[in-house]
């Protein structure tokens, strides 16, 4: 239908602005069907309204969901909820895993401690691990603390475990924006943006109950229940799942022979709950609850076996206790002295509440205006176990092995470490349609807490920071082809307030606003083929504990850091083109130039060339990302796609400093070599066939140029394969088998621990059926 031209002013959180909205649908399948019509006029604009529940892609050939008029153009994936039905993934990063340009690593099993990144599952998009996740448009991360790293310096970038969100039982679509097309989540989203949009009621009643099982004792339990009343106004969904699992398996890369992954079982458990009020078709109000709970064993890292005897553990033992010889590189198999922390009772576990309540009251052309309020609560604690053995005759795998651990095992009861983390806040949009023009505002006020209690002092420190971010977004029709979006953000971090638990308290940080432009472009040269062009300015704040950053010079000195916010600039750049109604490509390019990025560096000594020092300092830093995909349908039922990734970062000193030319992996020297502890390149395929009762698909992924001296092999093909059944409308069948050549591979590295120091499961499969009722 037509929209007339109105004129109305809407007064935002400190600016004031005018909005417009686009175009609305529920998409469900990445490939597209038809585009949406636009036609321009001379004086007036012209849009369909559009609300369908099947495949749906705009002029430009995005995917378009319901939340995608946030999207300012570029490179954008959808995996939408048919697409995770028919796979079964277990995690998040299993879906991820398959979008071009994304890049998981995982340490082979569920647990990770708090602070330490090697533990966890880190997700990057274009190279990059600045990304920004979300749930229903809104940050889940805390600007006080994250769980991977404290400090900016650290080998990683991102902001939490991608892993510890939310269960695939509650997801409805995940959106993956690479590069800056998602200006209005923030000016610190440098590699991307997920977005996870949840699962909410429609129509009747209706449940499902999903069990699985599998290799090493796996057990997976998935429970939903939804529908709406009150001629279809009131809307619920509610879930409920549990995920077990025993000790997993591996194939080692260094001997070759396959063990058990020796304490790496878990126990998660997952709620989801949603309910919306339709008052009419203009105002809604809904709430979300989203509750995610794991008990993990922790292992810390794999044992490396050429080195569990008598002669070598003692050797061990020796360079370490007595000649303070740690690492790999000066004590070989140093890795194993972690290997009693298992057998005694290591653990990580976590419990995660995140409530959302929204006021929808106004829509215009798709977009909503809405306030909401959140809180976000988490808890992170866990033992080491008995910690390192220090006695030399208790050798690994002997009977005085066996007796030490029954001595020294620990329960769950105990605990060396709790963390807690706390956001609350509030969140005003605003969207108004005003001829060609789509003007959109969005502000957030975080308030972000963070304690930690050192339970043998009997102390607790805290942190808290309060945060304003608005944006201001015109997206403007300029015809029917050619779409381009100016934007501003506006982001201000207070000062980190610390208190060290013994009456104590400290001020740091710098309290001011920055404004960050950003300009994105969208052009239909004819149906069927497209381009991109965005441009958008980089603002990340230092993490708190990064204000009190020392190091220690060559004659002992300890000096602050005094390091600066992060700032640079990001271009990305791509094409779409369909060769026919069967084959279509992309090509993405993205570069990205850190004036003053935070990194770990060895400097050398100005009074002394010969001496150099690790420091935290700014540095520049220089990446470059380039993406190749390729489909093609060979019926209705077979597709196969293709993937090329390829990413390179490049650092150098500035403000007269001098960086170490020794680009070697060095403990304290890691970010000198990002490039070597991720593969050089990345290939993935996948071929699937579907038809209406019969689902199969083959993945695969192939790293070449992995650096051995932190991985097994320089190059690895990893294959997955899955299988669905529809017995009949309300019974399905499937079965998946990951890994499926049962190769020895890794993709987290540490030159720390050595190689093959966090190997991923080998083969392992589940078999499940789903019914619904």
Known sequence: MKKKLKKSALLGILLSTTMYGGVDAHAQEMNAAEPAEETAAAASYTTKDIDVVEMLKDPFGNVITEQSYYRTGGDVNVIDRETLEKRHFNQLSDALKTVPGVLVRKPGYRGGEMGIEDTHSVLSINGDERVVVLVDGRRVDNSAANVLSSYSEDGTKAMLDINQIINMNGVEQIEVIKGPGA???????????INIITRKGEGEAQGTLDVSAGSWNRYNYKFSYSGSLDANRLKYFVSLSREMSGDGKYKDGLTGN??????????????NIRVDYDFDKNHTLYFAHNHVQGDDDYPHTAPDYRYINPTDWHRILT??????????????????????????GAYNAYNKNNNDLTYVFHRDNGMESFVRVYNQNERYWGTSGAGDVDDPNIVPNTPAWDEWVRQNYVGRNEKYWFFRMENYGMQLQLGKAYDRHNLLTTWTYDRSKFENHRLRRRTVSRMERSSINGYLQDKIFVSDKF????????????????????????????TRGVFTPALHMQYAFEKGTSAYLGYTRVHRPLRPNDYTTVYEDPYGNELRANLKDERGDVWTIGLRHDFSKKTSASVHYDYTWMSNAVVGYNVLDPNDPRNSFYRPVNARELKKSFNLTLQHRFDKHLTISADYFHTYDRYSAKDGMTFDPDLSLEDGNVNTAINELRPTNIYKFDI?????????????????????????????????????????????????IENLTNTAYETVGSDYYGIAAFPELGRGFMIGAKYTF
């Open 688 to 736: 699937s066939y579907d038809n209406r009762k019969l689902n199969a698909s083959l993945s695969g992924t192939w790293y070449t140029g992995m650096n051995t001296m932190v991985f097994s092999s320089n190059r690895k093909m990893i294959m997955d394969f899955n299988i669905n059944y529809k017995l009949h409308k309300d019974m399905t069948i499937y079965a998946s």
């Open 319 to 344: 360079d370490w206790y007595n000649h303070r010889k740690r690492g790999e590189k000066e004590n070989p198999g140093f890795r194993n002295l972690r290997y009693g922390w298992g057998p005694t």
């Open 258 to 271: 396959n063990y058990r992954w020796l304490h790496s079982g878990y126990k998660d458990q997952a709620a």
């Open 183 to 193: 200006s209005v989540y923030g000016s610190d989203a440098t590699g991307g943006v």
């Open 483 to 510: 779409e381009i979006t100016p934007s501003l953000r506006y982001a201000r971090y207070t000062d980190t307030t610390e208190s060290d638990g013994r009456g104590g308290s400290e001020i740091h940080g710098q």
